[in-house]
């Protein structure tokens, strides 16, 4: 038997990292980049230039909130209310990182090493991290997700920035079949995820609102807080469901 | 001018970078010790998913750019097909994905040759 434990000291983070990198250079990679494209897109439409766009998907990297804030700019919703709605609808990212940081705060990391890999955090980044970690030994884990995470992320950012040269080199039908991609894929993911009554209820709430709110308000009517009362009201009725015989 | 061309870096910092970022950070600095099923948090995340899941029907109701060119009952039909194929394909996202944009692609190239 070869004497393992006066080398795991200096385990050398290329190998966990190599092996991260392979294991995101597929479907996890792919998947990002169909559900980022859309935005480059989105953000063409309003104005923005291509490097604002790719961005806002490195540094946002959080595909529902980047939708909020071009989709919010394209209906005339103001920044300030943008913002407060974006912050509340980041919240999850806190459980998120909370959950992954055991598995990856091991042996003990400085913070900044930690605060990097929690960036990383987004949906894809986080279920596959959960899935994946635990079977790792504890010292590969950080290198491995930081080398899985950073391929996902930097294929979401180039694929915004492919989104936004291809809606204008398109013929109109292509063109719109790429701004269906953050609709369709962001209610595939919505729906995909739901598990329980309080995942699902605001789901079949929210287009009913919006449907009434375009019928009584026209195009005049704000998003948001079309948003939240659907998601009030679903919160109420869980409340109701729950508490009926 | 300089401040024109800085404006949409500046959006994107500060309303959406820095909102998002903050529970990120909140995140590692807390550790553990949250309780993910209490009924505080259950209200939020139930706030942020109306939020999203209305975001994405305004932009399937009333798009911006070029999808607006497709007929609303084919785009709401195509996510529907789209939905249907990603719950019976195990949930696979992708499958869903795929499914709804060739419905699209195809039932809009059909309305427009058959108005043309």
Known sequence: MPDLTSNQAVVSWHAPAKRGIRAASGLPALTIAFSLVGIGGLARDIGYPMLAGALSSAL?????????????????TA????AVAIFFSSIRFMPMVMSLLPLINVPRRPAWQLLLAAHLVAITNW?????RLPGLPEQERYPYFMGFGLVVLASGTLATALGYYLIGALPLLLAAALLFTTPMFFAANLVATARRLEDWLPLVIAPVVV????????????????????????????????SAP | MI????????????????????????????GRGFDEQSEAVIFVRM???????????????????????????????????????????????????????????????????GGA
């Open chain 2, 3 to 30: 401040l024109d061309a800085l404006w949409p870096y500046a959006v994107i910092v500060l309303c959406g970078f820095l909102p998002t970022e903050v529970w990120r950070v909140l995140g590692v600095l807390l």
């Open chain 1, 79 to 82: 920044l300030p209310v943008l």
């Open chain 1, 211 to 242: 449907v009434l709110g375009a019928l009584w308000g026209g195009s005049d009517y704000d998003i948001i807080i079309a948003g939240i009362i659907a998601g009030s009201i679903a919160y109420v009725a869980r409340r109701w469901l729950r």
């Open chain 1, 60 to 76: 946002i990297w959080a595909g529902p909130a980047q939708v909020l804030l071009f989709g919010g700019i394209a209906a005339g």
């Open chain 1, 127 to 131: 279920a596959e991290g959960m899935r």
């Open chain 2, 47 to 113: 706030v942020a998913t109306g939020l999203v899941a209305a975001v994405v029907a305004k932009l399937l109701l009333s798009p911006i750019g070029a999808l607006g060119v497709v007929p609303v009952g084919v785009r709401v039909g195509a996510v529907v097909c789209g939905i249907a194929i990603m719950l019976g394909a195990r949930r696979s996202i992708l499958a869903g994905l795929l499914a709804g944009e060739i419905v699209l692609v195809a039932a809009a190239w059909m309305v427009g040759r």
